[in-house]
């Protein structure tokens, strides 16, 4: 069974920088592709960034060239860096895995974090 543990949330200026990481624990000869979605207050949950097991990333209009993903995958973690941040980044951060490979088997498999606070203020 897969499970995600986030960290690195919490309160910042705007203009300043956290670092997020979501650890995935399971299956520990696969890989992972993973994504990061993010829901504020009062909103629904919206997608921020994608990174498949290859590396390629994408990202939400609203967080490009401010945020990067990025990925260890002997440690099938997930990062991400967000910079230049802005107080309508405020939300709660979900790391939720897309899709799980294993050798030659690859299947679609949703599984969501817990969540981590960011909270940027003026």
């Known amino acids: 069974q897969v499970q995600l543990m986030e960290s690195g949330g919490g309160s910042v200026l705007a203009g300043g920088s956290l670092r997020l990481s979501c650890a995935a624990s399971?299956?520990?000869?696969?890989?992972?592709?993973m994504g990061w979605y993010r829901q504020a207050p009062g909103k629904e949950r919206e997608f921020v960034s994608a990174?498949?097991?290859?590396?390629?990333?994408t990202y939400a209009d609203s967080v490009k060239g401010r945020f990067t993903i990025s990925q260890n995958n002997a440690k099938n973690t997930v990062y991400l860096q967000m910079n230049s941040l802005k107080v309508e980044d405020t939300a709660v951060y979900y790391c939720?895995?897309?899709?799980?490979?294993?050798?030659?088997?690859?299947?679609?498999?949703?599984?969501w974090g817990q969540g981590t606070l960011v909270t940027v203020s003026s």
């Open positions: 990174i498949d097991r290859d590396g390629s990333t």
């Open positions: 399971g299956y520990p000869y696969c890989s992972y592709d």
């Open positions: 939720k895995t897309n899709r799980l490979t294993c050798g030659v088997r690859s299947w679609s498999l949703e599984v």
